[in-house]
C-alpha cells in the first residue's frame, strides 16, 4: 500500500467551505475521512463501502459534509459546507483494505491505511 496523500486544508471562517482531496492506491473495502481535534480522539467523520457506495456520516456533520470518490483518479474527496469552528482539526483519510465490510461503520481502528493528515482552522 502506497501511502495515502491529503490536500485541502486550509484557513477558513466560520459558514465557508472547503474540499479535502486524497490520493490512494492499491484496491480497499472502504475508505474514510476521520479527525482529531487537539486533545480529543481521532474519530470519524465520514466513510463509504467501496462495494456498494453506502455512507456513514458522523451526526454532527450529516447535511454539511459530502464524502464522494473519483475511481478513475483514485482520489477520494470531502466537502465540507457550512463549515463551524468545532470543526477545526487535523484531517486523515484511510483506506480499509485487511477486511471486508459488512456493517457499514466509520470507527478509525477498522482502517488499515492513513494519510499525514492536512489541518482544516475555522475561525469564527
Known amino acids: 500500500q502506497v501511502p495515502l496523500a491529503e490536500s485541502g486544508g486550509g484557513l477558513v471562517q466560520a459558514g465557508g467551505s472547503l474540499r479535502l482531496s486524497c490520493d490512494f492506491s492499491?484496491?480497499?473495502?472502504?475508505l474514510g475521512w476521520f479527525r482529531q481535534a487537539p486533545g480529543k480522539e481521532r474519530e470519524g467523520v465520514a466513510c463509504?463501502?467501496?462495494?456498494?457506495?453506502?455512507?456513514y456520516y458522523a451526526d454532527d456533520v450529516k447535511g454539511r459534509f459530502t464524502i464522494s470518490r473519483d475511481g478513475a483518479k483514485n482520489t477520494l474527496y470531502l466537502q465540507m459546507n457550512n463549515l463551524e469552528p468545532e470543526d477545526t482539526a487535523v484531517y486523515y483519510c484511510?483506506?480499509?483494505?485487511?477486511?471486508?465490510?459488512?456493517?457499514?461503520?466509520?470507527?478509525?481502528?477498522?482502517?488499515?491505511?492513513w494519510g499525514q493528515g492536512t489541518q482544516v482552522t475555522v475561525s469564527s
Open positions: 484511510a483506506t480499509r483494505w485487511m477486511y471486508s465490510i459488512v456493517t457499514m461503520s466509520c470507527e478509525p481502528y477498522e482502517y488499515d491505511s
Open positions: 463509504v463501502r467501496t462495494s456498494d457506495g453506502s455512507t
Open positions: 492499491g484496491s480497499n473495502y472502504g
